[in-house]
């Protein structure tokens, strides 16, 4: 690739920003256009959750680069405008205002979009879902002593608003179907951890219990009926539900989709020059042996640098472990790797659970560790990574013994 060449990137988040940002990075002194359906600048989602939500920080502390940044580095940035129709025998990308972009490299980071509530009455203005900015404001606008929210799904964006709720005194109801939140994630042993915390914070957690209809009043959502028929009353309702990758431009055009556009171990789809990052990227993992859609932050920060490289014509490929992070009260954790329930054998746990203070361990049943996640212990993510990576077997009695220091297992 030379000077003389386009890449163009579509989709405007975290991923289409790092990759417009490793481009330059790698020396890629073309056109770079970076297509993006938001107005906004690109930014970070895990604030929307988080600090965004609760006041606690700017909207621009959440920005990817500061729209000098795009000027400086020659970033074509058009943002609130959306890709409709990819070409890739012509390589061309049509937009939306009828506009059409030639490429010679493209990237597609279109991302996620919330899993649709699929019970009577979920169309009423007042049930939030939680992707963008503009959510994250309606969202809080429904916080404050003496309102109630219910939320619908305890997994991580459902937690982290039910955290960010009861903080602000909203009065708090989650909706989970399974028997406890978090369980397909983290597997029951620990996803009692989350239910206590939630619990101990004063949220009405309905576990193994599901939505009959959101009820209505001339349009607007006043609360949900249980299975059991039980009536909750609500002032909003937040679906956290999960999120569906947005490939409809990569079906259309005719690449491999199965879950997310299937990419190599260098995030190259089935098409030569067209690559994929982030949340739609359906990776296919060398160190892990298998397909994996990562829908985290680290996913999306730090595979654009690979397909860049590889674009440009390096060997790159993409070989990071799973990793996200959460903050919910006073409870920070980080997790890493991959053992979600039903794929482990065992879990040894460093530290107190009840203290909520520990690292825990997924093991299999040749005591190799798979995942770890710590829950407010700090600096250990590195080391622990090089445990996974190291992938021999562990004395798990050791593991658990917090005076003996992870350079010596
Ligand atoms: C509220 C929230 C909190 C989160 N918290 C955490 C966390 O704490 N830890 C963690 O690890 N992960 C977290 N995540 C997940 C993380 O934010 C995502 O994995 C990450 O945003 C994925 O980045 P992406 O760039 O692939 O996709 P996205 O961030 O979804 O960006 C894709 C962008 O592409 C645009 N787009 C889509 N189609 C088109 C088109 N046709 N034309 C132009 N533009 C288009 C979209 O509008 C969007 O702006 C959170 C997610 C959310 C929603």
């Not at 929307?48 to 000027?71: C, N, Q």
């Not at 039910?162 to 708090?172: F, H, P």
């Not at 067209?274 to 359906?282: E, L, R, S």
């Not at 060398?286 to 999306?300: D, I, K, N, S």
């Given at each position: 690739?030379?000077?003389?060449?386009?890449v163009?990137?579509?989709?405007?988040?975290?991923a289409?920003?790092?990759?417009?940002?490793?481009?330059r990075?790698?020396?890629?002194t073309g056109?770079?256009t970076?297509?993006?359906?938001?107005?906004?600048?690109?930014?970070?989602?895990?604030?929307m959750?988080?600090?965004?939500?609760?006041?606690?920080?700017?909207f621009?502390?959440a920005?990817?680069?500061?729209?000098?940044?795009?000027?400086?580095?020659?970033?074509?940035l058009?943002?609130g405008?959306r890709?409709i129709?990819l070409?890739?025998g012509?390589?061309?990308?049509?937009l939306?205002?009828?506009?059409?972009?030639?490429?010679?490299?493209?990237?597609?980071a279109?991302?996620?979009?919330?899993?649709?509530?699929?019970?009577?009455?979920?169309?009423?203005?007042?049930v939030?879902?939680?992707?963008?900015?503009?959510?994250?404001?309606?969202?809080?606008?429904?916080?404050?002593?003496?309102?109630?929210?219910v939320?619908i799904?305890?997994?991580?964006?459902?937690?982290?608003?039910?955290?960010?709720?009861?903080?602000?005194?909203?009065?708090?109801?989650?909706v989970?179907?399974?028997?406890?939140?978090?369980?397909?994630a983290?597997?029951?042993e620990?996803?009692?951890?989350?239910a206590?915390?939630?619990?101990?914070n004063?949220?009405d957690?309905?576990?193994?219990?599901?939505l009959?209809?959101v009820?209505?009043?001339?349009g607007?959502?006043?609360?949900v009926?249980?299975?059991?028929?039980?009536?909750?009353?609500a002032?909003?309702?937040?679906?956290?539900?999960g999120?569906?990758?947005?490939?409809g431009?990569a079906?259309?055009a005719g690449?491999?989709?199965?879950?997310?556009?299937?990419?190599?171990?260098s995030?190259?789809?089935?098409?030569?020059?067209?690559?994929?990052v982030?949340d739609i990227?359906?990776?296919?993992?060398?160190?892990?042996?298998?397909?994996?859609?990562?829908?985290?932050?680290?996913a999306?920060?730090?595979?654009?640098?690979?397909?860049?490289?590889?674009?440009?014509?390096?060997?790159?490929?993409?070989?990071e472990?799973p990793y996200?992070?959460?903050d919910?009260?006073?409870?920070g954790?980080?997790?890493i790797g991959?053992?979600?329930?039903?794929?482990?054998?065992?879990i040894?746990?460093?530290?107190?659970?009840?203290?909520?203070?520990?690292?825990?361990?997924?093991?299999?049943?040749?005591n190799?560790?798979?995942?770890?996640?710590?829950?407010?212990?700090?600096?250990?993510?590195?080391?622990i990574k090089?445990?996974?990576?190291?992938?021999?077997?562990?004395d798990?009695?050791?593991?658990?013994d917090?005076?003996?220091?992870?350079?010596?297992?």
């Amino acid at each position: 690739m030379d000077g003389t060449q386009q890449v163009v990137i579509i989709g405007g988040g975290l991923a289409g920003a790092k990759t417009a940002e490793a481009l330059r990075d790698h020396g890629f002194t073309g056109t770079v256009t970076l297509i993006a359906a938001e107005a906004h600048l690109p930014y970070e989602r895990p604030p929307m959750s988080k600090s965004f939500l609760i006041g606690a920080s700017p909207f621009d502390d959440a920005l990817v680069h500061t729209a000098e940044w795009y000027r400086e580095k020659e970033i074509d940035l058009r943002t609130g405008t959306r890709a409709i129709a990819l070409d890739t025998g012509r390589h061309r990308v049509g937009l939306e205002d009828g506009d059409e972009v030639a490429y010679d490299k493209l990237v597609l980071a279109t991302g996620s979009t919330p899993r649709r509530l699929p019970v009577p009455g979920a169309e009423a203005s007042g049930v939030h879902y939680l992707r963008t900015r503009e959510d994250s404001d309606a969202i809080r606008s429904t916080f404050g002593p003496g309102r109630r929210l219910v939320v619908i799904g305890g997994g991580w964006i459902g937690l982290e608003v039910a955290a960010a709720a009861r903080g602000a005194g909203t009065e708090v109801c989650v909706v989970e179907a399974a028997d406890l939140p978090l369980s397909a994630a983290l597997g029951p042993e620990l996803a009692v951890v989350f239910a206590d915390l939630h619990r101990a914070n004063g949220v009405d957690l309905r576990l193994s219990t599901r939505l009959n209809a959101v009820l209505t009043d001339g349009g607007r959502a006043v609360g949900v009926e249980l299975d059991g028929g039980e009536r909750i009353d609500a002032d909003g309702i937040v679906v956290g539900i999960g999120a569906v990758p947005q490939t409809g431009l990569a079906e259309a055009a005719g690449l491999a989709v199965d879950d997310g556009v299937l990419v190599d171990a260098s995030l190259r789809t089935s098409d030569p020059d067209v690559y994929a990052v982030g949340d739609i990227a359906n990776h296919d993992h060398p160190a892990l042996g298998r397909r994996m859609r990562v829908e985290h932050w680290a996913a999306a920060l730090n595979q654009p640098s690979v397909a860049a490289a590889a674009l440009l014509g390096g060997a790159e490929r993409y070989t990071e472990l799973p990793y996200f992070y959460s903050d919910q009260y006073d409870l920070g954790m980080e997790y890493i790797g991959h053992s979600p329930e039903g794929s482990y054998d065992r879990i040894v746990v460093r530290g107190a659970l009840a203290a909520q203070k520990f690292v825990a361990f997924w093991l299999d049943r040749d005591n190799r560790i798979k995942a770890a996640m710590n829950v407010n212990v700090w600096d250990v993510v590195d080391q622990i990574k090089h445990l996974i990576g190291d992938g021999r077997p562990i004395d798990p009695e050791r593991l658990a013994d917090p005076g003996v220091p992870y350079a010596e297992l």
